[in-house]
């Protein structure tokens, strides 16, 4: 069974960065598709980045252009560096795992069946 564990995240000012990483244990990392979720509190979680098994790219409009998702597949490991850091993305971060490929499926919460633990982002003004 696979096993997401977070390192990462902090406490950061306006305009900096931060990177997020998600090791995955198992054998099936390299045909998933991973994805990265924010949540705070009273809301639900919702969709920040994905990275498909072909290393194809999906970004939320709000983190397009300062978000970039990533994977390493021989080290089992997905990062999101964050830049331009702004107070709206302070949040509780999740990496999730889902066997979907398609952004319709990728950005949708109820597609993954694995999560990481969470990590605080906190960005101050």
């Known amino acids: 069974q696979v096993q997401l564990v977070q390192t990462g995240g902090g406490l950061v000012q306006a305009g900096e960065s931060l990177t997020l990483s998600c090791s995955a244990s198992g054998r099936t990392f390299s045909d998933t598709t991973q994805g990265w979720f924010r949540q705070t509190p009273g809301k639900e979680r919702e969709f920040v980045a994905g990275i498909d098994r072909s290393g194809g790219t999906y970004y939320a409009d709000s983190v397009k252009g300062r978000f970039t998702v990533s994977r390493d597949n021989t080290k089992k490991t997905v990062s999101l560096q964050m830049n331009s850091l702004k107070t709206d993305d302070t949040a509780v971060y999740y990496c999730?795992?889902?066997?979907?490929?398609?952004?319709?499926?990728?950005?949708?919460?109820?597609?993954?069946?694995?999560w990481g633990q969470g990590t605080q982002v906190t960005v101050s003004s």
């Open positions: 999730g795992k889902t066997r979907f490929a398609t952004y319709a499926y990728l950005k949708s919460l109820n597609s993954y069946d694995t």
